[in-house]
């Protein structure tokens, strides 16, 4: 992660426009909102105001820019050349205003000579006359356009001026800057404004939002990061979950939609979309085909998952008999793999639960680097006893037995629920109360509670999705007459349908969940995405 660096600055009105005109060029700046903040130096600053007459004037300049054009656009046709990069030569200063005034003496010249122009068009009989006014037509419409694009660069301005604090002869504004350029920033600053600035720089505040630049992760990848964005931007004191997502997600959809046939033909779909994309780059598509074509990498990764799965399972378009369950062995009362679903659900219960105590605890083990990341060291041992809570729980279910066996919990079981539930609940309301207050940290610790057994019966949605994936493949097993792992011709277009429908509305279906499971579950937590992306001020 890129450290970054708060520079704040007063610097004497008439230079404002010169300073932020330089900021904008060096695209490494961001400029944040102070009208929020204004409120802490009452009395010292107020908004900056005096800008509805610029604003005004500038809307009449639009509008007379407008009209100009659209006379041109009826004798030629819009060039449609990209012209943002583009600027008024000679422009007598860096200040809005004197730039709007000369906008206006170029904008009155360039009209008298566009009705000039075509004033001459309507009367002239040469071809080689005319193309010569036409000519002429298309450099005044070039002009204007530059003309329209300066008058929007200056309503950025504007607008962005009214970010900042003022008082009766200063600005003051607030910069966040990677640390490598601070002092670059600095010089160029004090060189725009000629000195007339007061500048200086500090870490920001761990209260304050502060904005962060994402390191690049892989193209490959890339479509993790999406989803990731697409529930909120980290913080600057998170971490960015989108690498770890790109594992654990395959892993949850393989399980739910373990099928080895199926998953290399997800993963071939995924190969064809990644081809197109990259050969079709530069095309534009629909929005529809671009999430599609986006999709490619991710349908990769997936359909491998989904096929490591389905060995686990012996599932190949469904429990076809075609492929027997592979082991990889056994955790205590948990089977990994050697099992088929549909015939011992309860070892894929177990199973499902397993991995989602596993993932829940990868999430708490981030949320304890996050704290130690902010340096809210007094929170971390929470952290630690509601691992503890966590596995505690998972083992008490293991060991005793479900909802039929609760009265055993509280019988022969209760030394045990003890040590591994009583006790670390009890631990995280004590810490909870030392880091927090006494009645937030009570809060807190039934929170917890409610929200850790909540979460790990959610996982179970591994068990129930995996066996509707099963089930709906094996009622086209039986339309089709399958059994034993003989595939007779007359099931191929029953399979053919049935394949589609299930790798259509199951993988849609399993998606969503395996979606939620991250943003809701798991994201909980240790990430709010609540962070600001870091946006270079751009006018």
């Not at 008490?396 to 030394?415: Q, T």
């Not at 539930?421 to 940290?441: V, W």
């Not at 909540?454 to 399958?482: D, P, Q």
């Not at 998606?511 to 946006?535: D, M, N």
Request: glycine share 8%; net charge neutral; proline share 5%.
């Amino acid at each position: 992660m890129y450290q970054i660096r708060k520079i704040k600055g007063v610097v004497h009105r008439q230079w404002i426009d010169a300073v932020l005109r330089y900021l904008s060029g060096t695209d490494i700046v961001h400029l944040p909102d102070l009208r929020g903040k204004l409120e802490n130096f009452e009395g010292i600053l107020e908004p900056y105001s005096n800008i509805d007459e610029l604003s005004n004037r500038l809307n009449e300049l639009l509008l007379r820019t407008s009209n100009a054009l659209t006379k041109t656009y009826e004798v030629v046709e819009n060039p449609g050349t990209d012209i943002k990069n583009f600027s008024l030569q000679a422009l007598p200063s860096s200040k809005t205003e004197d730039i709007v005034n000369e906008l206006d003496r170029k904008l009155h010249t360039l009209s008298e000579e566009l009705e000039s122009e075509l004033g001459k068009l309507t009367n002239v009989s040469s071809e080689i006359t005319k193309q010569i006014l036409l000519t002429n037509i298309s450099r005044i419409q070039e002009q204007l356009l530059i003309i329209k694009s300066t008058i929007q660069r200056e309503f950025t301005l504007i607008e962005t001026k009214s970010y900042l604090g003022k008082t009766e002869h200063t600005i003051y504004f607030e910069i966040f800057v990677p640390k490598f350029q601070v002092n670059t920033i600095i010089r160029g600053i004090k060189k725009v404004a000629e000195s007339n600035c007061v500048l200086s720089e500090e870490d920001p505040s761990s209260s304050e939002e502060t904005p962060r630049i994402l390191q690049p992760i892989p193209e490959h990848i890339k479509v993790f990061e999406k989803l990731v964005l697409a529930f909120g931007y980290p913080s600057s004191g998170e971490i960015n979950p989108s690498l770890l997502m790109a594992i654990t997600f395959p892993l949850l959809f393989g399980i739910m939609f373990a099928d080895v046939a199926q998953g290399v033909l997800l993963a071939a779909f995924g190969i064809i979309f990644s081809w197109i994309k990259r050969r079709e780059m530069k095309k534009e598509h629909g929005d529809i085909l671009n999430y599609i074509l986006m999709s490619g990498e991710m349908l990769v990764y997936c359909g491998i998952s989904s096929s490591f799965f389905g060995l686990l399972f012996g599932e190949a378009f469904g429990p076809s008999g075609l492929i027997h369950p592979l082991s990889l062995g056994k955790i205590g009362p948990f089977y990994l793999g050697g099992f088929e679903p549909m015939q011992e659900p309860m070892k894929m219960m177990r199973f499902a639960l397993l991995i989602g105590v596993i993932h829940l605890s990868s999430g708490i083990v981030i949320r304890i680097i996050n704290h130690y990341r902010t340096h809210h060291f007094k929170k971390i041992p929470v952290d630690f006893c509601w691992l503890w809570l966590l596995f505690g729980g998972l083992f008490m279910w293991s060991f005793w037995g479900g909802v039929s066996n609760i009265p055993l919990w509280f019988a022969e079981g209760l030394p045990m629920m003890l040590v591994s539930i009583i006790l670390p609940l009890a631990l995280i309301i004590l810490f909870s109360s030392i880091a927090e207050r006494s009645l937030e940290g009570i809060g807190f610790g039934l929170e917890v509670f409610t929200e850790t057994l909540s979460h790990t019966i959610s996982y179970s949605r591994l068990m129930a999705l995996g066996l509707v994936h099963s089930v709906m493949n094996n009622i086209f097993l039986i339309l089709g007459g399958v059994s034993h792992g003989n595939f007779p011709l007359t099931s191929i277009p029953i399979m053919i349908i049935g394949t589609i429908l299930v790798m259509s509305l199951e993988g849609l279906l399993i998606f969503i969940h395996t979606l939620r499971l991250h943003w809701v579950e798991w994201f909980s937590k240790f990430y709010t995405g609540r962070g600001v992306p870091f946006k270079p001020l751009k006018l």
